[in-house]
């Protein structure tokens, strides 16, 4: 039996030789074209490439295939351009199966001829059975809202709202924090080479132009709550915290308040009451918001100011959105007590140092000017994990840009300081060579260590001295007195990130930033239809980077929900009506609640709400009739692929 | 000469496969004789899948779950190990040793991890020799 | 060619579209299918004779090693047959006019293929037929080609084009063509395209390697730059193997040489390109694994893995057996054997050696590609003293002229990821500015 009038084209790919050099390609048709329903099988150097997809396309048009088996590489590559490859053709995009013979084969089994293409074999055989049982599939359209959920008010949340905003489509920005602008704008008065631009100016230009708009919401000291529904068509609730401020006061409101913590906007140098002032000029909202974590509701501030309001409650609101961007950013890396020095007296990290600058405009250690400040790249960055408990094996890509331009504006600080870089290398890429480039011509002496060597900082009477291994003068340990140390520290995911990863069930590489599908074919998508990453909750990186990540996730937001519509994939939960008796033992079992009972006729059945339904399958091992189905993976097909993979049980 | 253990593998499309992919992306060898059906998540497995998949002359099933990573279900790690409890205890009923089902979480990166596993799922099965039914 | 090309004529339709994009590489390709994606109709320029730019020419790429094809070849299909988009390859882009705001003309001249596209099947039995070998340019000259050829196997569209040039007009193509494709009748057309905005895409030209003369390009036959390297690692690469030129041999023992033209005051470029250490970590990655008892060096200043995934990638080249030594390289000189002899400062030994290689390759730098600037008339776009396209800080893909975009190499130096990113991002700035235009006009 081959199935009512399946005819399947099986093509398979050389990869130019990722896949032909270790599977031989040529076996691999030559066996599946042996078997049933199979009426061709052919090999190409590049199915991906026009001509490969035309190959496939050629024969599903003139009706000689109407099921197609590509064996190619992963199908989180492909998949999708075969499918568009038979629609094209006037085919059925769901009469194919998508076959990885590569980095499920050949690039496992290299050295493994035989073995490879044995599995190619089975992995053929395994589609060819599934395709016997397969029928044509239509696409579930649904309406999507015409709004985008941007969660995080920094730089790539800013930015990634005003692109949506300018192309028409209603933005709603929520920021966890009580005032826009993120790291950002703490960066405050550093340049961002090689624009000699404040990143605050960018920051305060970008609120300036948002604010106002009609088609943009925002809520600041809000968090997202809760997300349902799907790509298109998300309910949202956010949680608004209580400012308890109903609008701005007059004097200076901080001085009344007798509590004090550290000011986390200058990165923790300097203190701060319970009563958040707006950090910055243009900073949005414009009036105070308190701390009430710190707050002991003494209520002196409210005597001074009528606007405060210790009576305000959170607030839920709910929206609902056709797409969803977390720009929820990073933290920087807090090195641990000990680490190069941290804890002893005058050794502060990058962060602090822009803190202070921002702050004090300038850098005080025992309240004198400092005569040498070393900068000690790579601490937490670049670490091997074993032994490095809790540093980091990434590249945290900015830091030494950061640290050649925090060190030249010390320089402009303080003429006369020493600046001694100690690095292992000078990552200062692109443009930003000429940083490097300018330190150097100022005097500043570069002394570069290895990874087995690393620094050591300690206190020898009022001074600090680092002991390094210089590689670059045969690798003498040298003894560097410095006033000041300042350890250049990387990005983690902020908590925010991780907290929003959970919530919206985000994927997070190895290294704990959110996770893209693809860098170069889905490089701001996520594997959740509908929900793109910007910024640096996907990766470490510098401001123009951030702001290209933040338009780029804009566009893909905006194709989504500016067409008004979307489409999903037919792969949701079907109930065969005839085999259900309506125990209900489904419906307990899906998380979603797309399951429910409904008269048919004479008798009750259980019936999938389609745009409820996810796909997952959770239902299926429930039934104790087999009546409940996935469309696209029915028991009958995964059945015969277990029995078809060995060769035998051809003719099930 | 003895024939080497055949393995059936279920994976999920977003979690699980991405991980053994990328077992190969890193060049990281396993044995070929393996079998990979993709499922959207582990919890759909039925048991008699995996008894099937014994019947029909694989020597031992392994489940690359979703685990924590799951996109659909917080408790998919309960929910896919009812299946292979469920099928452990049909082919004990049978005279087949249970460790012969085997399940663990293989994230989307963990290529290395889904190596070691199935390596020592394939020796494992190389020690206890063909099914006896 | 140059003759024809000046006898062009005036083509008289009256073309408009939403924005014209200059540039049919990675850039221009996604900066393209996004535009397209959110309704707007791209006319997408390409001046060589296929779209697919540096990237389809190359290996597999950092930090993933995907093939770049497989990359690279399903964006080329998709810009191809867009219903938004309209491909014009071997077209150059003459003049450009800025009329109003969000109006420009632009005048394009499309180029003879002495090829009608539309029968042209992409046999290549023309190429069978002709008699006349060159250089083939997209192999850096590793290979030859006819002087009717098809660019390459993943060229879209994948149609023969005859270089008129190097042509002797035996017509030997035209009697075997099976379609009746071939035309010698074909004239060069000048179209003028309104257009509402502009994207450049343009992208970058490989640092010459022969300006640096101490390193021997061009005298040396078995000094290569990390281009050609790049072509006999690809999968669409000419002898199916890695051979060093000057004999054929299959080279045990490679040194690369980082920072060839960059981040080199002499070489009248200070910056740093951006991409080179990373494309040569791959690159050693891959010979070790085409050549599996070669030794592969890179002589370096800095390891600049700053990407993400790119540090594990450096440490994973590190433990595959890749020796790097940290030392600039002062002379390199061919010996009659062919071998060739690398003279640096290691600088964690502190003094002055030198080592021999069966072949060395220079990663050369990227320059900008920006010829088109001049063709703009009326506004200047800015650069930089290299000739990069100066953008906005808040805004990385604006240039000085409103209305006009600039995505990937063209802005300077960067990997396929950011390219891609930044791509995109023009785009949907495009995207933004055509929407306030349309407002403004209703």
Known sequence: MTGGGVRIGVYVCHCGGNISDTVDVKRVVEEVGKEPGVVTAVDFPFMCSEAGQKLVEDDVRSGRVNAVVVAACSPRLHEATFRAAISRAGGNPYMY???????????????????????????????????RRAEPLSKIKAASERSVLVIGGGLAGLRAALDLAEAGVRVYLVERSPFLGGNAARLGALKVFPYGRPAIDIVRSLIGKLVGRREVTIFTNAEVEAVSGYIGNFDVRIKVWPRYFKGKCAGDLARVCPKRARDEFYFGVAERTAILLPPFEGAYPDIPAIDINLCDRCGLCAKACPSVDLSQEPQTVSVRVGAIIAATGFRPYAPRNGECGRGLPGVITLHELVGALNKFGGIRVDGRAPESAVFIYCVGSRQRRAGGEGANEYCSRYCCIAALDAALHLRELLPGVRIYHVARDIRSYGVNELLYEAAGRLGDV????????????????????????????????????????????????????????????????????????????????????????????????????TLASASAAAARAASLVLRGYVELEPFVAYVDASKCNACEACISECPYGAIEIVRAGSREVASVNEALCKGCGACIPACPNSAIQLRGLTSAQIEDMIRSALGHGRSA | MTRAPQILVFTTSTISDPGVASAGLMRLKYPPQTAIIRVPCSSMIRPEWIVLAIESGFDGVFVAADGTDCPYLRDCTERTARGVEAAQKILASRGVEPERVRMAAVCSVCGEAFVRIINDFFNALSRLGPVRL | MQKILERAEAAGEQLSYDAVVIGGGIAGMEASLSLADMGYRVLLVEREPTIGGKMFLLSKVFPTLDCASCIATPKMAAAARHPNITLWTYSEVRRVRALDRGAFEVDILRKPRFVNESLCTGCGLCEDACPVVVPKELDFGLRGRKAVYIPLDTAVPRKAVVDIDNCILCGQCERRCPAGAIDFTQKPRVYRVRARAVVIATGCRPFPAELKEAYGYGRTPNVITALQMERLLAPTRPYNAVLRPSDGREPGNIGYVLCAGSRDVTAGNPRCSQVCCMYSIKQAQLLLGALPLADVTIYYMDVRAYGKGFEEFYQRARSMGVKFVRGRVARIEGLPNGDVRVMYEDVEEGRLKSAVHDLVVLAVGLLPDNEVLKAFEGVTIHTDELGFVKVDPEDPVRTNVEGVFAAGCITGPKDIPDTILEAAAAAMRCAAFLKEVEARQT
């Not at chain 1, 044995?118 to 055989?125: P, T």
């Not at chain 1, 590489?509 to 170069?520: A, N, R, S, T, W």
């Open chain 1, 446 to 545: 570069f002394v570069k260590y290895s990874e087995e060597a690393p620094p050591r900082v300690e206190r020898q009477g009022d001074k600090l001295v680092v002991r390094v291994r210089d590689v670059l003068t045969e690798s003498v340990e040298l003894e560097i007195p410095a006033d000041l140390v300042v350890l250049v520290t990387g990005m983690e995911p902020s908590d925010g990130t991780a907290a929003i990863a959970e919530r919206l069930k985000l994927q997070r590489g190895p290294d704990g930033f959110l996770q893209e599908v693809h860098p170069k074919l889905k490089p701001v998508e996520t594997a959740l239809g509908g929900i793109f990453i910007a910024g640096t909750a996907q990766a470490p990186r510098g401001v123009a980077e």
């Open chain 1, 97 to 131: 199966y998508h076959v990885d013979i590569r980095e499920e084969c050949s690039w496992a089994h290299e050295g493994d001829r035989e073995g490879a293409t044995e599995k190619a074999i089975r992995h053929v055989r395994m589609a060819v059975a599934y395709l």
